[in-house]
């Protein structure tokens, strides 16, 4: 090879190696891009789950809109909803507050119970109670004060606070439901009761959850939350309790509105 030869083949080399080097600094700088713009979204995603959360737990509990059958709280502490001379079918509700699938059954069942209700086609039992005690805190201290919270609730607002309570659910295994929060939530749904907080502060309803606790366990085997009984004949959580639909079926078919 000449020498004219050797010179153009190792220029063309430079060349080809230049024209890779500028290829691989090209895809440098799109990776660079592409990384930083998924870390901005994640920067931008992560803030506004955390000013969701603080919205969220430092929001305001609101009263409940629209109708209501009337309520009334029994001497165990349960809350029943029911139109005057209603007495069946009867739908108990086992559920703890500290319970996130509770919170999606009140979210996929819950108005259409309440509409039930106002129909007069089903007597409505809540039992609230402390499935948690056997758990390590945070878990068991939020179950123990929402429930006991609840009961300190006059009837007649035990729906808005009912829906407050799953509303400012704490995340499994993270702090809420403290009594500062309780209190102001009671307040925020039209609590004007003197004696309400300091019910609250006090613990003075752990008896009577403790009593709850140990007939939704003991004398009804409940094992879990929600657990929803029809005429004391327990119903699929899935395919009956949880779908709206569905469970007006079933308590049509038991009599409901008869």
Request: proline letters at 4%; a positive charge; one cysteine or more.
């Given at each position: ?18 024209k ?17 713009s ?10 506004t789950?955390?000013i ?7 929001g ?15 001497a ?16 108990e509700?086992f559920?703890d ?11 996929a ?17 809540y ?7 056997q758990q ?9 004060r ?18 407050a ?43 009577q ?16 939350t929600?657990t ?7 119903l ?10 569905a ?8 009599g409901?509105?008869?």
């Amino acid at each position: 090879m000449s020498k004219a030869a050797r010179e153009r083949s190792a220029r063309e080399r430079l060349a080809e190696e230049r024209k890779r080097q500028a290829a691989r600094a090209k895809q440098r700088r799109l990776l660079a891009i592409v990384l930083g713009s998924v870390v901005a979204v994640a920067a931008i995603v992560a803030a506004t789950v955390v000013i969701m959360d603080r919205q969220e737990k430092n929001g305001r509990a609101e009263a409940h809109q629209g109708a209501l059958a009337p309520l009334s709280r029994e001497a165990d502490g349960s809350i029943v909803m029911a139109k005057a001379g209603v007495t069946k079918p009867v739908l108990e509700i086992f559920e703890d507050f500290q319970c996130p699938v509770c919170k999606q059954f009140e979210k996929a069942s819950g108005k259409t119970i309440e509409q039930l209700a106002v129909e007069g086609k089903v007597k409505v039992v809540y039992r609230p109670f402390h499935l948690f005690g056997q758990q390590k805190d945070p878990v068991r201290i939020n179950s123990l004060r929402s429930a006991e919270a609840a009961l300190c609730v006059p009837a007649d607002k035990w729906i808005s606070y009912h829906d407050a309570l799953f509303k400012f659910q704490p995340q499994e295994g993270s702090k809420g439901f403290s009594p500062d929060d309780l209190v102001k939530w009671g307040k925020d749904v039209g609590v004007t009761d003197p004696n309400f907080e300091k019910c609250v502060r006090d613990e003075q309803k752990k008896p009577q959850v403790d009593s709850m606790t140990k007939y939704a366990l003991e004398s009804r085997k409940v094992e879990g939350t929600p657990t929803v009984f029809l005429d004391g004949k327990q119903l699929d959580l899935q395919s009956q309790a949880s779908n709206g639909e569905a469970l007006r079926a079933v308590i049509t078919a038991a009599g409901g509105g008869k």
